[in-house]
């Protein structure tokens, strides 16, 4: 079954530290991944998305992600965390080709940010 | 910059209420969707559309449906509003695109309390 597993549900870091979050996912063709965040109260923007290519992909706001064929990995990172990033993030795969609605969402992992 | 608005934030609906949640999209996007978002279960998609008066199920369909009679606006209807759908829901937009999955383009959210 296609699914996508965030195994962290909650994640406290110091302001300044680095960040990695983790996203397996268990699909069966080749998967087009997302990462998205959610800040409090607002809806979801993109941060950055992988299907092809170089491994590592970077993103808006400092992130980077790297996808990992043998793990069926896609984790996302930031060297330094700033108090901003305080949000939840979703990661996402689904199928190359413009089908939207096949995307499968994680669960979501929330992040807190400690000063 | 693309901006998908959900013109009510916050509801609180009764049991039984016939409840209308409107999205519009700026951005002459083909597809539009809704989500149901709940803590522990991430984004569930509960319909979508590719066009005018044109609509899909998605994997949660159950006591919902939904209107799209222009193409910058997409409508979720509750026919009979039921404590479990006390929820946050999304509305989200996509343009047409050759070529790998477009990004989601989300609004802010609608927070539905049914009492």
């Known amino acids: 079954a296609q699914s996508v597993t965030q195994p962290d549900i909650h994640i406290t870091v110091s302001e300044g530290a680095s960040l990695e979050l983790r996203c397996n996912y268990s699909?069966?063709?080749?998967?087009?991944l997302f990462w998205y965040v959610q800040s409090p109260g607002q809806g979801l923007q993109l941060l950055l998305k992988y299907f092809s290519g170089d491994t590592l992909v970077q993103g808006i706001k400092g992130f980077e992600a790297e996808f990992k064929r043998s793990q069926s990995s896609f984790n996302l990172r930031k060297p330094s965390v700033h108090w901003s990033d305080a949000a939840e993030y979703f990661c996402?795969?689904?199928?190359?080709?413009?089908?939207?609605?096949?995307?499968?969402f994680g669960t979501g992992t929330l992040l807190a940010v400690q000063p | 910059d693309v901006k998908v608005t959900q013109s009510s934030r916050y509801l609180v609906k009764r049991t039984g209420e016939k409840v209308f949640l409107e999205c519009v999209q700026d951005m002459d996007h083909e597809n539009m969707f809704w989500y149901r978002q709940d803590p522990g279960l991430g984004l569930r998609l509960i319909y979508f559309s590719y066009d005018v008066k044109m609509k899909e199920k998605g994997d949660i369909p159950e006591g919902y449906s939904v209107s799209r009679e222009k193409k910058e606006r997409f409508s979720l209807i509750l026919e009979s509003a039921s404590t479990n759908q006390t929820s946050m829901y999304l509305c989200?937009?996509?343009?047409?695109?050759?070529?790998?999955?477009?990004?989601?383009?989300f609004g802010e959210g609608s927070w539905l309390t049914v009492v």
């Open positions: 996402a795969v689904g199928p190359y080709g413009g089908a939207t609605n096949k995307l499968i």
């Open positions: 989200a937009s996509t343009p047409n695109k050759q070529g790998g999955t477009p990004s989601l383009y």
């Open positions: 699909y069966g063709a080749t998967p087009y």
